[in-house]
């Protein structure tokens, strides 16, 4: 009996070496195809070969959540680390409504209003734009009205984004100019 990892054409049994479980040869699908296993049948004919494709030079795996980026998170330093979500600073809070279509179009109006008077900055409109538009969107069905506005103003603020200029007092006065229509 050998390890299902490296069995031939002539072995009838074989043994999984993570747990010496007992799997009889030969199987559905082949070593080279269970690598990226799908449904349910192929999954439990690849059983005996689900570590064989692994590093086994002590490395990490292959798997999909040691190589997952995490969004503005720095792991060297996390004090440089950025969530969108957690409010380090309660007193700087920019108050969101969208109840109803006209707290929407107030709501822009007022982070418009802040990005004029120079009051926040054009990433951190974007950024409570967002945290709008992505609330909306779980509501879409429901606030349909409210949603295509705040989509419509995330998109005009990705335009305002790409306007670009080597003098940044002239990319400032240039997005200010770009206003939104409700």
């Known amino acids: 009996m050998k390890e299902c ?3 031939d054409n002539k072995d009838k049994i074989c043994f999984r070496k993570k747990d010496k479980k007992t799997f ?13 296993p799908k449904g349910f049948t192929m999954r439990s004919s690849c059983a ?14 292959s798997s999909k ?11 060297n330093n996390p004090k440089k680390s950025f969530d969108v979500y957690i409010d380090k600073n309660p007193e700087d809070t920019i108050h969101i409504k969208y109840t ?19 009051k926040y900055t054009h990433k951190r409109i974007w950024q ?3 945290i709008m538009k992505v609330r909306l969107k779980v509501l879409k069905d429901k ?17 305002r984004s790409k306007i670009k200029n080597k ?16």
């Open 5 to 7: 990892c490296n069995h």
């Open 24 to 36: 009889k040869l030969p199987r559905k699908f082949s070593i080279e195809k269970c690598k990226n």
């Open 48 to 61: 005996p070969y689900r570590d064989c494709h692994k590093k086994q030079s002590g490395g990490k795996n």
């Open 65 to 75: 959540h040691s190589s997952k980026k995490r969004f503005l998170y720095n792991p």
């Open 100 to 118: 109803t279509l006209q707290d929407v179009k107030n709501t822009i109006q007022k982070l418009e209003r802040f990005y004029k008077n120079d």
């Open 128 to 130: 409570v734009a967002m």
């Open 143 to 159: 606030k349909s009205q409210q949603y295509n506005l705040s989509y419509r103003y995330f998109k005009h603020l990705g335009k």
């Open 167 to 182: 003098d940044k007092k002239k990319e400032k006065n240039m997005r200010k100019k770009l206003t939104f229509k409700i």
